[in-house]
């Protein structure tokens, strides 16, 4: 599988043939597909596809595959994004104090589980800097407050074009981005510790203990304008009981946090996530 | 473990000797402790405990314990309860037009999971009637809607005296019982079909499916006036996915719905929960 | 959806093109595939696929579906199956003395959760002909023991075929059936009480008891000549602690049971289910 | 709850007026109880009990509980443990090459969710090495090999006892540990890749995979002479499917390895692990 792969994800209006059309015009190219899937939403009428397939022996060259399909996608009103796997993304990991996420994600890198770059971290607090060192990621302290949000947001926005960022991971970054800041960047990925959409907004593992649950979860999603109501990408949850304190929920939500975000990180990163309305499809 | 037990379940403010004061006054008594179970909630300052001992060779008759526990339960300002295994407790099931968690009930009845009896069903609607002759059970058809409900609510306070009931499980009843009603008779269960609090009120997996979670629960929990706030007894959840529609959420949700009620029915019925403030200590 | 559709269930060489192929096959007569799926077993070479179409509007006539897909699918060495949704399976439950699985298939069945008939029930044992008459299925006691298996075997499939059987499902029969009786009938669904391959064979419980696990688990599988080593279909687990001991596992695991063989039931009823090698795939 | 505390595990063959005896003592000596929890395991006839107490305001020196203690427990036939909660014991970590559950002990030991000093690793490898050196830990490199064992086990119970080890666990250490190491150092707690007892023995992704299980786990147990028979303390479990290749279950699995290791790790540190026969009562 190490032969370089190319990864429609499409959306469109569903009618008949969509999956002959789409499939042939990888056949006809030459193309092997390693992975297809497909979900047709009945109640929206929308046909939403992923397709992989190896590069090697694909006749078209790269830089001709978007305009060939588009020829396809267009009479079709498709919206479809392309990828390919040798174009390795870059990550920005934002963190503030807590480092239980963090920590997961470099030794996840680390270990391969995915493939990316992690050239930036960008924190409210200076707690962390020391790990970011260790572990050779460029540090940047952009301290938040109410009076000087905007003008630390364009900041952050120019460190990531500067670092030629793709794909932001709040891991416990415990700000709000603004609306503004969403609509210039819109691929940003936040862990919440909540089974949302019970227990939104802050405190969540307070408000569990005080409505006395049972089981606790996490909940990583694609940020939006509207506090955590964004596309859910993935959930998990724990069991817990009467002999757990705020304390007790906290250090069983931190494994939740981790597994929930590396998971939905990862199935970000393999272009396996789409999102259509306030929905996703993680095609597995 | 077929010799008759009694159970005393106790909240008191915490202070030193507790756990020997009560473990003393059984043995003292000649009873062999069977269960003890005990949880401190410091923040609430408040001791609870569940104690379940053997009658067999115990010196005080039945209907001397709680006197003789009371005259030590006074000076600690201790709340209890005592139940006697022998005494069998008196359901009465409330459905309204969907079967899954009666049939639940009935066959765990059946099955010996739980010590009732059933003797009456209360219904809104008449389409279980028949499965309640098929097992035997008194069917009483009390339709109730927004102009009858108080009328209808004394008749249906009249049925549970009749029937010397001990407790109402609401298996999907789909009709919120009045403050007044709740005040009256307190020991009510309920299933909800969410993983409460996400979710309250009416079409929990109508709304569940438009916010696009990854994972389903249900709750239940003791009726209180403030509708679906109750203290919960017991949570389960299942995942879902993108290919799950809403029947799908409502099909995999009755697997739970019925698991969840039956494990709370059982341990309300075993007396091994606790309710303090709006939480329960469900002792195991 | 209440359209009827077709099913196919192919398993062939992994090759270039065959997504586009077998979704032009049903294009090109006019079909509309409502579901698709497909996995590549790299190690073995295999490409695996479920293509579901509606019958509504397909150019060929359903008895010319197999000749045409077989041209098709003869070239690529291809194994496969052809199911139509209108044709109704019909279903034999098996049981020995316990009742929760089988109530579990019959209340499905009546919520309509799989569409079948199950016309047939055989027993070993005579204490489930009453539940068998309740629901009108007729009931065959068929005891058997060590020195008429052979001849009981022969009356069981003989009732098989007067009832034109397609699926037996053993909701727990306890006994093992001959390797020539799977030879003869190899549609057969068990539901075992272990997380196989934890606790082959008799006991499981006691087993798990001894072994102290700290989860148990059951498991619905295709029946084979080998004992408990069939290709799994479906395996659920629950968590156990000290404090059950066998009987809270036995009834914990009745839980598991159910739903488990339900989930296989319903998979396989639904064509999901292609089995390669001692291995499943289930679409979903 | 930061006053030091003191807790028994005791074990003693069941009888009338064991909780009020052992509560007696503490209660007697102005002990504050916080934590009491006890199990029958009405079988083997034996009364388990944890008891743990504060030791501000306790009357008796610590050098004189066990003395005052055995007085009660030896005319009962109790076997019993006593620890004190500010002696903080010492942990070994073993390793091989792999460094997930590594990694995800040293940060839970730097977020303070348990209490131990780490002052030695052990390999027979030289991976991870750096790691040690990264967080300040002794690492000593001790090559085993069918020729060198005795030996080397030798050097290894040096180590342990030069730095004052209670506690080794095998963070996949990958070595089988003789018998007689075992009788020696009995206190080793390992994480075994599958849902023990199935696939007992080495690679037990690839036997899971072969076999087609839809759900894998992971057990932390203790160690003792017979092979991945011990004690299970903990054990988790993940679902899988057919899309996830061996390396998958790899990758699934070392996410239950560390969080399985580390909860049996932290129960065993706080005293509430109680081992009889086979078996372990996990105190909660």
Same mark, same amino acid.
């Given at each position: %599988?190490?032969s370089?792969? $190319? ?5 469109c209006?569903?009618q008949?043939?969509?999956? $002959? ?10 193309? =092997?597909?390693i992975? $297809? ?15 992989e ?5 694909f ?10 399909? =588009?020829? @396809? $996608?267009?009479?079709? =009103? ?5 990828h390919?796997?040798d174009?390795v ?13 963090l ?13 990316a ?26 301290? +938040?407050?109410?009076? =000087? ?24 970054? %415990? ?6 800041f969403i ?8 862990i919440?510790?909540?089974f ?36 859910? @990408? ?5 069991? +817990?009981?009467? *002999?757990?304190e +705020?304390e ?6 931190k ?7 590396? *998971?939905?990180? *990862? ?6 996530v789409?999102?259509?309305?306030? *929905?996703t499809v993680?095609?597995?």
């Open positions: %599988m190490t370089p792969t $190319a990864t429609l994800l499409i959306s209006p569903d008949q043939g969509l999956v $002959a059309k789409f499939a042939n015009f990888i056949y006809a190219n030459g193309g =092997n597909i992975h $297809a899937d497909q979900h047709t939403d009945f109640a929206a009428g929308l046909f939403l596809t992923r397709l397939w190896q590069l090697t022996g006749n078209l060259p790269q830089e001709f595959i978007a305009p060939a399909f =588009n020829a @396809i $996608a267009q009479p079709l =009103n498709a919206k479809w994004e392309l390919f796997s174009t993304p870059r990550i920005a990991i934002w963190v503030s104090k807590q480092d239980h996420c920590f997961d994600l470099i030794w996840r890198h680390r270990a391969k589980e995915f493939t770059e992690i050239p930036l971290m960008i924190s409210n607090h200076l707690q962390l800097q020391e790990v970011a060192e260790q572990f050779g990621i460029d540090y940047h302290h952009v301290p +938040v407050n109410k009076d =000087n949000k905007l003008e630390q947001e364009a900041k952050q926005l120019e460190l990531l074009q500067q670092y030629k960022i793709n794909l932001v991971v709040l891991a416990k970054y %415990m700000q709000i981005l603004s609306a503004d609509a210039k960047f819109p691929q940003v990925i936040n919440h510790h909540s949302l959409p019970a227990f939104v907004g802050a405190n969540p593992y307070h408000k569990a203990f005080e409505r006395g649950v049972k089981i606790i979860g996490a909940t990583a999603h694609y940020v939006t304008s509207d506090l955590d109501a964004g596309p859910i @990408i993935e959930q998990d949850v724990v069991r +817990v009981s009467h *002999r757990d +705020v007790d929920l906290i250090r069983k939500g494994d939740l946090e981790r597994v929930v975000l590396a *998971r939905a990180v *990862r199935s970000h990163l393999q272009n396996r789409l999102v259509y309305g306030n *929905r993680v095609f597995e």
